[in-house]
């Protein structure tokens, strides 16, 4: 009985080490760098085309943001202070801009 004891104790203790890494890394602050901006043009109507400006303007900041400080700074959920500048152009053409400082954790 003494050697379940011992075994039960150590699975324990390693499970309350394991959630003390756990809650520290998820409370853990992230880590930014300087904005980064990211733009595109788009053609639709009915604003299909402002929908497909910001889907490229979202992949064109990834990409630069990857190109800047690595891929893991490269996702666009992570960052942070995002803004967007949405303007319909001419007939059909659409402008979208967003500037975000990416971010990792």
């Not at 011992?6 to 998820?26: E, L, Q, R, T």
């Given at each position: 009985?003494?050697?379940?004891?011992?075994?039960?104790?150590?699975?324990?203790?390693?499970?309350?080490?394991?959630?003390?890494?756990?809650?520290?890394?998820?409370?853990?602050?992230?880590?930014?760098?300087?904005?980064?901006?990211?733009?595109a043009t788009a053609t639709g109507i009915l604003g299909s085309g402002s929908a497909k400006a910001r889907v490229e303007a979202r992949a064109n900041w990834q990409a630069t943001a990857r190109s800047l400080y690595?891929?893991?700074?490269?996702?666009?959920?992570?960052?942070?202070?995002?803004?967007?500048?949405?303007?319909?152009?001419?007939?059909?053409?659409?402008?979208?801009?967003?500037?975000?400082?990416?971010?990792?954790?």
């Open positions: 009985m003494r050697t379940t004891t011992k075994m039960a104790a150590v699975v324990a203790a390693a499970a309350m080490i394991a959630v003390g890494f756990g809650s520290a890394d998820a409370n853990a602050a992230p880590r930014c760098r300087a904005a980064v901006e990211g733009a690595g891929p893991r700074y490269a996702s666009f959920w992570s960052a942070q202070n995002k803004q967007w500048d949405c303007k319909k152009g001419a007939i059909l053409l659409a402008k979208c801009v967003v500037v975000a400082k990416p971010c990792r954790y």
